[in-house]
């Protein structure tokens, strides 16, 4: 057939990644209990999980319209094995990457939002692996988790292999 772009690749993804992102808001309201020593909230799935399936899809689409665009007047046989490429790479590696930082993105808006409610006042950054500039551990900054990390900052995870994350600030006392 025709490759279709990202509208099909999307309308497969999304409900395929939907339990990803419910699994990860369920942990994130998990951590929130055992921080808290109380019940688990209500686990809480942002708009943050959908932006990154559709970024997904659209890179997804991107790489089969890049390999369509190289492989542009050549016979089926080198057209295939160019798609054929793109699925291959996203089958070994980026779709294992995006799956992972879309649940992990549900299970920290579900975690910053449960602390929230628990009545929390600062979460801390936990860093793990390399640091970017937009990661608060980075900077070890602190901030409300109601609110969004300070400018510049992006909530863990800040990119695609971002694996820092927060907890609760324990004040001295």
């Known amino acids: 057939g025709a490759w279709e772009g990202a509208g099909p690749a999307l309308a497969a993804l999304a409900p395929a990644l939907d339990p990803v992102a419910e699994e990860g808001a369920e942990a994130g309201a998990q951590a929130v209990a055992a921080f808290t020593g109380g019940e688990p909230p209500a686990p809480v799935i942002g708009a943050r999980s959908a932006a990154l399936v559709q970024a997904m899809a659209e890179g997804l689409a991107a790489g089969v319209d890049a390999a369509l665009a190289e492989a542009a007047g050549a016979g089926p046989l080198e057209v295939a094995a160019a798609v054929s490429r793109v699925f291959r790479a996203w089958r070994a590696d980026e779709a294992e990457r995006w799956v992972r930082t879309v649940a992990y993105a549900a299970y920290h808006d579900s975690l910053l939002a449960g ?3 628990a009545g929390v006042k600062q979460v801390s950054p936990v860093a793990h ?3 970017c500039a937009e990661c608060p551990a980075f900077h ?9 990390p300070p400018v510049g900052m992006a909530r863990p995870p800040a990119h695609a292999d971002c694996v820092c994350t927060v907890v609760p600030t324990v004040s001295p006392g």
Do not use: I, T, Y
């Open 115 to 117: 602390l929230a409610v």
């Open 129 to 131: 692996g390399l640091l």
């Open 140 to 148: 070890r900054v602190s901030w409300d988790p109601a609110g969004e």
